[in-house]
């Protein structure tokens, strides 16, 4: 059974860093993986995603420069380093499989998985 696990969130003061990492099982990766986080009340936002061939990843603007995403050379995991970290970061974050096609648009997903909580006090 398929399975992504989301891990590293916690509370951090304005300026702050977190490392989240993701976890997955049950199936082999070859496409694209991502993550998404969203803030009560608020939509889903693409944050941030990686092709497995290759290497390349894309942002949303409104973290590029802060966030970096990555990939392990077994492709069984990936991390997202959040530097510079805001208020409006704060969210659940969720990693999950993009599809291979639209993986430079960070969306949609194909299945994600049980998230992380990220709180940035100011």
């Known amino acids: 059974q398929a399975q992504m696990v989301a891990s590293g969130g916690g509370s951090v003061q304005v300026g702050g860093s977190l490392k989240l990492s993701c976890r997955t099982w049950g199936y082999s990766s070859d496409g694209c993986l991502g993550w998404f986080r969203q803030a009560p009340g608020q939509e889903r936002e693409a944050v941030a995603s990686?092709?497995?061939?290759?290497?390349?990843?894309y942002y949303a603007d409104s973290v590029k420069g802060r966030f970096t995403i990555s990939q392990d050379k077994g492709r069984d995991s990936m991390t997202l380093q959040m530097n510079n970290l805001s208020p409006e970061d704060t969210a659940m974050y969720h990693c999950?499989?993009?599809?291979?096609?639209?993986?430079?648009?960070?969306?949609?997903?194909?299945?994600w998985g049980q998230g992380t909580q990220v709180a940035v006090a100011s």
């Open positions: 990686i092709e497995s061939n290759g290497g390349k990843t």
């Open positions: 999950a499989l993009l599809y291979a096609e639209t993986c430079h648009l960070m969306n949609p997903p194909q299945f």
